[in-house]
């Protein structure tokens, strides 16, 4: 059985890949789930959270805001809204949407299912970010 297993996740602006992974954390909308490889061929419905790359024994978090995890006998495609790195996360940027968020979900007359999506992709990038 191999060892390991490709990565690609996908989002309408860029795409990042993997070629040596050992294992991927990822938030489904049923919680989480690990890939490792040999792992059944799989579609699963992905959730606003954090996505977990162990590659060459280093491991790597992102934050995700949806999408869909095709999973094969030899790779892993995530297709996703938004995908951001620890290092690509401002911290400064994400209290502000965390503080708006809070507003609107104050505010009756907004959209609250949208105000709840805003808070939680700004918790889970605060999240993130404090790793």
């Known amino acids: ?6 990565l690609e996740i996908v989002t309408p ?5 993997f070629e040596k992974v050992e294992y991927l954390r990822a ?7 690990g890939v ?19 590659s060459a024994n280093k ?9 869909f995890a095709q999973i094969s006998k030899t790779g892993v ?16 940027r994400s209290k502000e949407a965390l503080e708006r968020a809070k507003s609107r979900l104050k505010n009756k007359s907004m959209n ?7 808070l939680e992709r700004a918790k889970n990038r605060l999240k993130i970010s404090s790793r």
């Open 112 to 118: 609250q299912t949208r105000a709840n999506s805003a």
């Open 13 to 17: 602006i860029k795409t990042l890949d």
């Open 27 to 33: 938030p489904s909308l049923e919680g989480l789930f």
């Open 59 to 67: 491991e790597r978090y992102f934050s995700i805001s949806g999408g």
């Open 36 to 54: 490792m490889p040999g792992h059944i061929s799989s579609i699963i419905n992905l959730d606003i959270g954090e996505v977990k790359v162990l």
């Open 77 to 92: 495609s995530l297709l996703v809204e938004s995908i951001e790195s620890i290092d690509e996360i401002d911290k400064n």
């Open 1 to 6: 059985m191999n060892k390991h297993f490709t």
